[in-house]
């Protein structure tokens, strides 16, 4: 496949190198100095585009994608507030659009177990539960986008949260979501419940961004060839 990369910073790099791997070529990087600059020519051979740059750019570098017809994967956390329009246009267009707030397969097994376990845990009211996450000083954006599909995840399965809230809940309705922020960590995720007697936690560490980029890369050669919105589900069928 012929790849163009949005956004040429950590991720971009590393998923430079797991398309390479893995035989494709980068025809094009774009990043905050030469966007702009983009000409139709520049575009008309890119087979897909995978797209993490930052929140504020996300939506119109996607919306470029559109425009243009180009089938494109991102990964950009932070922007979701434009998630649902975008969305709409991919469908109403016919366009070929493919979003996971985490490409990492670990991630998203992990979502799943969340899942399974909140509705397990409708049953025992003694236990609360919050969500943390950890992730390395440059983060734009807290909390992290899988911090908030996890707690999405909990409020569409536990019945007794209807909200969260950062950092601290106020009342027994709501969540608490931590953010912390050290040193280069790829990004730690963790679901604990607490009754007075015991914590059950389930816990999930990046090790490295080879994993995201990974999982961003096998989305692109999943969406070529496909019109419409598509996610992890879609991909990894779990
Ligand atoms: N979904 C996932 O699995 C996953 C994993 C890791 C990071 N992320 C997200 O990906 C995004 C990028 O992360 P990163 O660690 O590579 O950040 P980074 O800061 O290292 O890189 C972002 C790059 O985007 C560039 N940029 C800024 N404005 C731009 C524009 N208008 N058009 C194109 N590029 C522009 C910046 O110059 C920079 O090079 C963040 O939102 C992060 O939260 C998602």
């Given at each position: 496949?012929?790849?163009?990369?949005?956004?040429?910073?950590?991720?971009?790099?590393?998923?430079?190198?797991?398309?390479?791997?893995?035989?494709?070529?980068?025809?094009?990087?774009?990043?905050?100095?030469?966007?702009?600059?983009?000409?139709?020519?520049?575009?008309?051979?890119?087979?897909?585009?995978?797209?993490?740059?930052?929140?504020?750019?996300?939506?119109?570098?996607?919306?470029?994608?559109?425009?243009?017809?180009?089938?494109?994967?991102?990964?950009?956390?932070?922007?979701?507030?434009?998630?649902?329009?975008?969305?709409?246009?991919?469908?109403?267009?016919?366009?070929?659009?493919f979003?996971?707030?985490?490409?990492?397969?670990?991630?998203?097994?992990?979502?799943?177990?969340?899942?399974?376990?909140?509705?397990?845990?409708?049953?025992?009211?003694?236990?609360?539960?919050?969500?943390?996450?950890?992730?390395?000083?440059?983060?734009?954006?807290?909390?992290?986008?899988?911090?908030?599909?996890?707690?999405?995840?909990?409020?569409?399965?536990?019945?007794?949260?209807?909200?969260?809230?950062?950092?601290?809940?106020?009342?027994?309705?709501?969540?608490?979501?931590?953010?912390?922020?050290?040193?280069?960590?790829?990004?730690?995720?963790?679901?604990?419940?607490?009754?007075?007697?015991?914590?059950?936690?389930?816990?999930?560490?990046?090790?490295?961004?080879?994993?995201?980029?990974?999982?961003?890369?096998l989305a692109?050669e999943f969406i070529?060839?496909?019109?419409?919105?598509f996610?992890?589900?879609?991909m990894?069928?779990?």
């Amino acid at each position: 496949m012929k790849i163009a990369i949005i956004g040429y910073g950590k991720m971009g790099k590393e998923i430079e190198q797991v398309a390479l791997d893995r035989g494709h070529e980068i025809l094009l990087k774009l990043d905050v100095s030469n966007i702009r600059n983009v000409k139709k020519e520049d575009l008309q051979d890119i087979d897909v585009a995978v797209e993490f740059s930052n929140p504020e750019s996300a939506f119109s570098n996607i919306n470029l994608c559109f425009d243009h017809n180009i089938p494109i994967v991102s990964g950009t956390t932070g922007w979701l507030d434009k998630f649902n329009e975008t969305v709409q246009r991919c469908k109403r267009e016919q366009k070929t659009f493919f979003y996971a707030s985490n490409y990492s397969i670990g991630v998203n097994l992990f979502f799943k177990l969340n899942s399974y376990l909140a509705k397990m845990m409708n049953k025992f009211s003694a236990y609360d539960v919050h969500v943390e996450e950890t992730h390395h000083t440059q983060k734009l954006d807290a909390p992290s986008g899988t911090a908030i599909t996890l707690t999405e995840e909990l409020l569409n399965s536990l019945d007794r949260k209807k909200n969260w809230e950062k950092e601290a809940a106020s009342n027994s309705d709501s969540i608490a979501v931590m953010s912390f922020r050290e040193g280069k960590v790829p990004g730690n995720h963790k679901v604990t419940y607490e009754s007075s007697f015991d914590k059950l936690m389930i816990e999930h560490n990046a090790k490295s961004r080879k994993g995201f980029a990974l999982g961003a890369v096998l989305a692109a050669e999943f969406i070529v060839g496909k019109t419409g919105y598509f996610s992890m589900n879609d991909m990894l069928k779990i």
